[in-house]
């Protein structure tokens, strides 16, 4: 399986890294057949036509179904720039729809290299089988991100106490926001900041976790919500 957003007029062009693995390691040559994926919710079956500039003629598209609920997940970036990358590649395998990251008062890093993200995910689609791209941002700060309008209900994770659960608040939602805080939580300026822009202040659980934990736990427990509506409608 490999990975193009560079379709036309019937014909898909690999990109230099997916095309060396096309042709220099799994040994792919013109003429033959390979399954192609373009992110956004199609999986093409391609005929190799030039080696050299690893073009592939379009024979069939299968349009994958309609997936089911929204996830955008807003995670400050840990100060190991490994854990981020290990975050965005177990989000990605649960399906996560879109990926912020958030600058926070407490951030320990603040700079994140986006094409390196990019990477991580392709390469997860293709071990999952999840094969829809998710939205991986530029960061931006607290501020910022909590003025920007979205569609679907925002919810801001934290240690405090007066939180509710996260998986009975979403319940029956079909489109949500989750911001995950540095290691040193969110400050108390910011948390009063979240809920006075209508963002709900929710619970992970009684441990407390670190960032790109959290950002799994909040990950797998949308997926469960959403896998328990699209059963309900079943």
Not at 171 to 197: C, H, L, R, T, Y
Request: proline share 3%.
């Amino acid at each position: 399986m490999f990975y193009s957003e560079t379709i036309d007029n019937g014909v898909c062009t690999l990109t230099a890294d997916e095309a060396r693995h096309c042709l220099n390691v799994m040994r792919h040559g013109k003429g033959d057949t390979v399954k192609v994926f373009n992110g956004a919710g199609k999986v093409l079956t391609a005929r190799i036509i030039d080696t050299k500039k690893c073009l592939l003629e379009i024979i069939d598209e299968q349009e994958l179904p309609k997936k089911h609920g929204f996830l955008h997940v807003a995670i400050a970036p840990t100060k190991n720039a490994d854990r981020m990358e290990w975050f965005v590649e177990k989000a990605v395998e649960t399906g996560v729809d879109a990926i912020t990251p958030l600058i926070c008062q407490h951030s320990e890093r603040r700079t994140l290299k986006i094409e390196r993200l990019e990477k991580t995910a392709i390469a997860a689609m293709k071990q999952s089988l999840n094969l829809i791209k998710p939205e991986i941002n530029s960061p931006v700060s607290f501020e910022e991100f909590i003025g920007k309008q979205f569609e679907g209900q925002k919810y801001i994770a934290h240690c405090g106490e007066k939180t509710r659960s996260f998986a009975n608040e979403i319940a029956s939602k079909q489109s949500v926001v989750i911001m995950i805080g540095p290691e040193g939580d969110f400050s108390e300026q910011e948390i009063q900041q979240a809920m006075a822009a209508a963002c709900l202040p929710v619970s992970l659980g009684n441990s407390r976790l670190r960032t790109e934990t959290a950002g799994i736990v909040a990950c797998v427990i949308a997926a469960q919500c959403f896998m328990k509506q699209l059963s309900v409608k079943q």
